[in-house]
């Protein structure tokens, strides 16, 4: 009995003195967390070492757009290696385990990764506007793509320190066995900073992303000399649309949580978006190997197990006929 009042207490430090929630999670509620958040964390980080691999094993993939490509599979894996492992460890218990500063980093790793992913797919959207719709066979510019991935870890820096600073803060959210910015603050410094947060790390790249593709699909339905580049505009927006599906009903919910009323949105209403955007990890890379023509061709048959090369080659040839059929 004399765990509860000191989980409570921990929980009220954790939010800056805000009052507990109404409902929380079950004991059972927290482990079926706890599988969901173990299936992302292994898979997410198999998956994207694999991606890793298959980078430096295979010179042919070394192209410009695979390096903003890459850099989302570097950020994904972080978010498994420092996040997931932590909520995952937390919801085995039921509650958090590593206090206020264990919070703080989970908070700060968990949105710089996330704000490099978004980020590397706008600069990502914006290449493959620039290249598109300016046709030439120029030899491939890396200095480019590697000043973008440069530009996403600074600009999502930029973003996320600040709650580190005293612009908002970071503090445990939903069921008590993750972290984040806190949402429910109701200070001005913590709306003003979640008004800047959603303007330039979410409504802004997507913007960016919704105008470049739609000029793009515009300019390729056009053209027949850029059809042939049409599975590479297929696989980025693929990603984006699934990167976007994971992370949006986290955003809607983050803002009705601060903006909204007291109380409105439970810590069991936030569980399942919260999980849907850590899934992001495992999706994206499933997504590049299995529509990237590139993987698909340079690998040699027997180096890699026959049901993954099965796999990718069926992907590949389904997505080049859906491609092809399109227009």
Not at 86 to 101: E, I
Not at 165 to 179: F, Q, R
Request: hydrophobic letters at 45%; charged letters at 10%; one cysteine or more.
């Amino acid at each position: 009995q004399g765990l509860v009042p000191f989980r409570l207490v921990c929980v009220i430090d954790l939010r800056n003195d805000s009052p507990p929630p109404a409902k929380r999670l079950s004991r059972t509620g927290h482990h079926v967390m706890s599988v969901f958040l173990g299936s992302i964390m292994v898979f997410g980080f198999i998956n994207n070492l694999v991606v890793l691999i298959l980078f430096i094993k295979f010179k042919t993939l070394r192209t410009p757009v695979n390096m903003l490509l890459l850099n989302i599979s570097v950020s994904d894996m972080l978010v498994c290696l420092c996040g997931t492992t932590l909520s995952f460890a937390s919801s085995l218990h039921a509650r958090w385990l590593y206090g206020k500063h264990g919070c703080m980093w989970y908070g700060f790793a968990n949105s710089c990764f996330g704000i490099v992913s978004l980020i590397s797919l706008a600069f990502l959207s914006y290449d493959r506007y620039s290249t598109l719709t300016v046709y030439n066979k120029q030899a491939p510019d890396y200095r480019k793509p590697l000043l973008a991935v440069a530009g996403s870890w600074l600009y999502s820096l930029f973003w996320t320190v600040p709650p580190l600073l005293g612009w908002s803060s970071y503090g445990l959210e939903g069921a008590g066995t993750s972290c984040s910015v806190t949402w429910t603050s109701q200070t001005p410094q913590s709306h003003s900073y979640i008004i800047c947060l959603f303007i330039f790390c979410l409504g802004l790249p997507v913007l960016v992303m919704v105008y470049c593709y739609g000029r793009l699909l515009y300019a390729v339905k056009q053209s027949a000399a850029r059809r042939r580049e049409f599975h590479i505009l297929f696989m980025v927006i693929t990603t984006v649309v699934c990167y976007l599906l994971c992370w949006m009903p986290y955003g809607v919910i983050a803002m009705m949580a601060t903006f909204g009323h007291p109380g409105l949105i439970t810590p069991i209403v936030t569980v399942v978006p919260s999980i849907m955007a850590k899934s992001s990890t495992v999706i994206n890379p499933l997504i590049y190997i299995l529509m990237n023509k590139q993987v698909n061709e340079s690998q040699p048959n027997e180096e890699l197990p026959p049901l993954f090369l099965t796999l990718v080659k069926y992907f590949s040839i389904k997505g080049r006929r859906r491609a092809g059929n399109t227009f």
